[in-house]
């Protein structure tokens, strides 16, 4: 078979959807800006891991991606790289509020989350801000007062921040669920849905999740559009 046949055989990846690219198997081959590819040799890396490879082109042509991969194989970087390609993009105005956003369930992933963006975002000048639940809302106001390109956020806390009208979510074209399943376990499927109201109907949408049960099917059947399904290993 072809070469991407023969890396998504050894690497279990699954695939599904019209004409999905085939895997970026080095950093070279992603065409990132050489700020990145300086971030990700900085961080010691060899190669994406398959979750990446697979999932960077399919984001990078704009498409809507539903992600089904264990924890610890690369999500985050998955979505971030190909985000910050989109700020790139655009013309965005970080005063009007984000261009990117990503819903997360916890405080804690919430704020691995956004070192990552904001170690590997930091050469490429975007500016990331953290919303979580259990701290108070002053700081997290006061850097969205200040502009932002990136949210990361758990839906509770972006959801009392709406309704404050403290953010406006009209710019954002780039909306990511991470860890969608353990999103709806947790009971957020309500914010979560009213968060994404807010959010223009005209975006790219990326859904990455640990299991693939009725529920995040049902979510991601409402929310993506034609998207292409990626699966790392025996996830079902
Ligand atoms: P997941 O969200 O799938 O659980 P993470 O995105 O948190 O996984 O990544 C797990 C760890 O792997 C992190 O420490 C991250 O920095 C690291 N990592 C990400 N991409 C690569 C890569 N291409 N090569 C080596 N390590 C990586
Ligand atoms: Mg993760």
Redesign the pocket.
Known sequence: GSSAECYRRRHEISVSGDNVPPPLTTFEATGFPSEILRE?HH?G?????P??AQSWPIALQGRDIVAI?K????????YLIPGFMHLKRRHNNPQLGPTVLVLSPTRELAT?IQE?AVKFGKSSKLSCTCLYGGAPKVHQLRDLDRGTDIVVATPGRLNDIIEMKRVSLHQVSYLVL?EADRMLDMGFEPQIRKIVKEVPTRRQTLM?TATWPKEVRKIAADLLVNPVQVNIGNVD
């Not at 890396?45 to 891991?49: E, K, L």
Request: glycine share 14%.
């Open positions: 990700v961080a890396f060899s190669a994406p891991t979750i990446q991969a924890t610890g194989s690369g999500k985050t970087l998955g691995q990552e991470d990455y």
